[in-house]
T-cell receptor
Framework: SAVISQKPSRDICQRGTSLTIQCQVDSQVTMMFWYRQQPGQSLTLIATANQGSEATYESGFVIDKFPISRPNLTFSTLTVSNMSPEDSSIYLC?????????????FGPGTRLLVL | AQKITQTQPGMFVQEKEAVTLDCTYDTSDQSYGLFWYKQPSSGEMIFLIYQGSYDEQNATEGRYSLNFQKARKSANLVISASQLGDSAMYFCAMRESSNAGGTSYGKLTFGQGTILTVHP
């Protein structure tokens, strides 16, 4: 199974600032996904990041607020820009099984963000 | 309409007993996948089990099994011989094959989750 790491694991930020979250996978994967989990809520997909193309954003999420990079097949970043307390969430990256099986999707350990 | 519905906000089970967590789904796709994840208080999402819509047999992974009833559009998770470490939030999720509405293939749609508490 794919092993996914995220940095930072948690952070406390001031409103108006930006935070970049890194996601590293130990194998090459075509699609990487960024999810948000607000306190007490379920997970919601922010965007899909494919290497070599623009990220695809879900309804309600825009590139100016959540710019994403995908420079290669093992790495992606998500930036939370101009943060407000409403951005306090767990941010998780996810990949389909790197071996090509689409029967599994794995998640990174998440980044807990608190915006004051 | 909700695509994934988990009607049990919380469930309690005695250690060593079995428990069923309910999940119903709504899709017009013929090909789709259903997932269950465990989220302990640490926040990580742990993949438990997968069921494909064309799989004729119910999926099993150790103490986890998925009771898949396609006609009823339900995909309940059964945990046998519950352990204290099973106490966590459990999410059901669906991946559809179509790309309707511009959303991404591979996107998982999650239910609201069920908090499972295992009592000693």
């Amino acid at each position: 199974s794919a092993v996914i790491s995220q940095k930072p694991s948690r952070d406390i930020c001031q409103r108006g600032t930006s935070l970049t979250i890194q996601c590293q996978v130990d194998s090459q994967v075509t699609m990487m996904f960024w999810y948000r989990q607000q306190p007490g809520q379920s997970l919601t997909l922010i965007a899909t990041a494919n290497q070599g193309s623009e990220a695809t954003y879900e309804s309600g999420f825009v590139i100016d607020k959540f710019p994403i990079s995908r420079p290669n097949l093992t790495f992606s970043t998500l930036t939370v820009s101009n943060m407000s307390p409403e951005d306090s969430s767990i941010y998780l990256c996810s990949v389909e099984d790197g071996s090509g099986s689409r029967e599994t999707q794995y998640f990174g350990p998440g980044t807990r963000l608190l915006v004051l | 309409a909700q695509k994934i519905t988990q009607t049990q906000p919380g469930m309690f089970v005695q250690e060593k007993e079995a428990v069923t967590l309910d999940c119903t789904y709504d899709t017009s796709d013929q090909s789709y996948g259903l997932f269950w994840y465990k989220q302990p208080s640490s926040g990580e999402m742990i993949f438990l089990i997968y069921q494909g819509s064309y799989d004729e047999q119910n999926a099993t992974e150790g103490r986890y099994s998925l009771n898949f009833q396609k006609a009823r559009k339900s995909a309940n998770l059964v945990i046998s011989a519950s352990q204290l470490g099973d106490s966590a939030m459990y999410f059901c999720a669906m991946r559809e094959s179509s790309n309707a509405g511009g959303t991404s293939y591979g996107k998982l749609t999650f239910g609201q989750g069920t908090i499972l508490t295992v009592h000693p």
